[in-house]
């Protein structure tokens, strides 16, 4: 055989990478962010909406403040610029930091409790938690730049501010899903319904009437905008804007929707504190009960003016309170007997379920003038008729603002205690103690502050949303006191990031050391 080429030289040459060229390799960074991981997507969104949290406390205080003098709206320079910060506080706080920081929780504890291997769909988890940050920064900076919830200046601006809100409730709706899922679908085999951890349970519930509240608010979202977008606007004639078609969502009975985990992280916390505790069939049932009776979206005063004396919403108001006192009565009976443990976290938690009783309380009150009404329709009950006059004028008050802070407030001191009970199933260590109690003296007081002078300028005439000169004397005094409050309710948030970022370090020094240790 005749050889034509002689054979070639094959041989392989080892490159090392050059020092300068490592730290061009993608970080952590690149990783977190391309993750599919239950724990750090619970971890992304706890941090994201402490941020956005510091922010909205912010902006709440100075809202606040502009009230403290009805005279002149000097902070803002003007009422279109005043009601879109007051949209912006409202709706950021309950979808940007309060049902996110839940979202967060759950994402990283739900699926250990049942005994999941991961979140269901990891990938659609990831994208909810993205589209959410990204459509919270637009919804910010959008309504900054002079756009909002309301009739703005800037038309382009507003329009991006309702599509920005509804990408919002869409990440949420979407991450809802995917916790659903898990609980259902991805629980540990031979795990029925009545055996789910009483905390997952509470999403379970919560999971399901938040996309049954969501699903509507995202119709009323696109009802905005199209009608923002049409030739003859029918929501935009006055300085409210869409407030008046979105702001049922800020109050009951649909506000009681997002405090549902209140109930489960109380009646967990309290189990944990307890030792060997057992959730029983009260606990359960009692949140069941509160979810179901949280419905509200049809209580939609632009397409039904006279729902706040309608007996169906009514008796669901005053009703709430019952479904709270069974589930601490079923935490009684669980924890009888032993000598649970004070912590931060049952305290913080005791202090969340105190709040949203006051909230309940003050939804009462609202209801109780029509309550009384349909009595006399009943039966000639005049002589309850003095006993209700103070009640009968609280719609549009800022009774709701009360209540909105109430409830609000409590579920973010819930999550709050939430982090420091599962803190090492969600940054993998525990968070500093004496940082907790600070924090959650801040929180607690902050809310009580921030909530009860609302409340008490209802009864003293002053409007829910816009500023007036034609109120008592006194209201003003209670806007600043009341501004102080969500001050210190940011205060809590700022110490809780504090301790956050702590523990990241510490967490970190630890890797480097056990890095360090395992190259030698």
């Known amino acids: 055989m005749t050889v034509l080429e002689a054979p070639i030289e094959t041989h392989t040459e080892v490159v090392l990478m050059p020092e300068s060229d490592i730290a061009s390799i993608p970080s952590s960074v690149g990783n977190v962010m391309m993750t599919g991981d239950h724990t750090v997507i619970g971890r992304l969104y706890v941090v994201s909406a402490t941020i956005f949290g510091l922010f909205t406390l912010a902006i709440g205080s100075l809202v606040a403040f502009e009230q403290a003098n009805l005279d002149d709206v000097s902070i803002f320079g003007g009422q279109e610029v005043y009601a879109a910060m007051f949209g912006l506080f409202r709706f950021s706080l309950l979808f940007l930091v309060v049902v996110p920081l839940m979202m967060g929780i759950a994402t990283a504890v739900v699926p250990r409790e049942v005994q999941a291997p991961s979140i269901a769909f990891p990938r659609a988890a990831a994208a909810a938690l993205w589209t959410f940050v990204i459509s919270g920064a637009i919804f910010v900076g959008a309504t900054i730049y002079d756009g909002g919830i309301v009739d703005g200046a800037d038309a382009q601006a507003t329009e991006l501010s309702i599509l920005a809100l509804g990408g919002i409730v869409l990440a949420l709706c979407l991450a809802s899903v995917c916790v659903l899922t898990t609980i259902i679908a991805q629980r540990a085999e031979g795990m029925g319904l009545g055996d789910i951890p009483i905390f997952s349970w509470s999403m379970l519930v919560a999971g399901t009437m938040w996309l049954a509240t969501l699903a509507v608010l995202l119709g009323n979202i696109a009802l905005v905008w199209v009608d ?33 985990p209140v109930l489960g992280v109380f009646a967990s916390t309290a189990l944990s504190a307890a030792g060997d505790a057992k959730p029983n069939i009260g606990m359960k049932a009692g949140i069941a009960a509160f979810g179901v009776l949280a419905f509200g979206a049809y209580a939609q005063p632009v397409f039904n003016p006279n729902v706040a004396t309608q007996p169906v919403f009514v008796v669901q108001s005053l009703l709430m309170v019952l479904p709270v006192l069974v589930v601490m009565g079923g935490v009684a009976v669980a924890v009888m007997g032993t000598k649970p443990r004070v912590t931060v976290s049952i305290t913080l938690a005791g202090a969340a379920v105190a709040m949203l009783g006051a909230g309940i309380l003050t939804g009462g009150l609202r209801v109780f003038g029509g309550f009384v009404g349909g009595l006399r329709e009943v039966d000639d009950w005049n002589w309850v008729e003095n006993l209700a006059a103070p009640f009968d004028d609280l719609a549009g008050t800022a009774v709701h603002g009360g209540l909105f802070r109430f409830v609000a407030l409590a579920t973010l001191i819930a999550a709050v205690a939430g982090l420091y009970n599962w803190a090492s199933t969600i940054l993998g260590r525990s968070l500093a103690t004496p940082l907790g109690s600070l924090a959650g003296l801040a929180l607690v007081g902050g809310t009580f502050v921030a909530a009860v002078p609302e409340v008490i300028n209802g009864f003293l005439d002053e409007p829910d949303i816009l500023p007036a ?7 003003e005094l209670l806007n600043l006191i009341s501004g102080i409050g969500l001050a210190l309710v940011g205060v809590g948030l700022l110490v809780l990031l504090v301790d956050l970022g702590l523990t990241s370090r510490r967490d970190d020094e630890i890797e480097t050391t056990e890095t360090m240790e395992a190259v030698a």
């Open 228 to 260: 923002l977008r049409g030739l003859g606007t029918q929501f935009w004639e006055d300085g409210a804007g869409a407030l008046q078609i979105l702001g049922w969502v800020t109050d009951q009975t649909a506000i009681y929707v997002f405090a549902i």
């Open 469 to 475: 000169g034609n109120v008592r004397d006194g209201v």
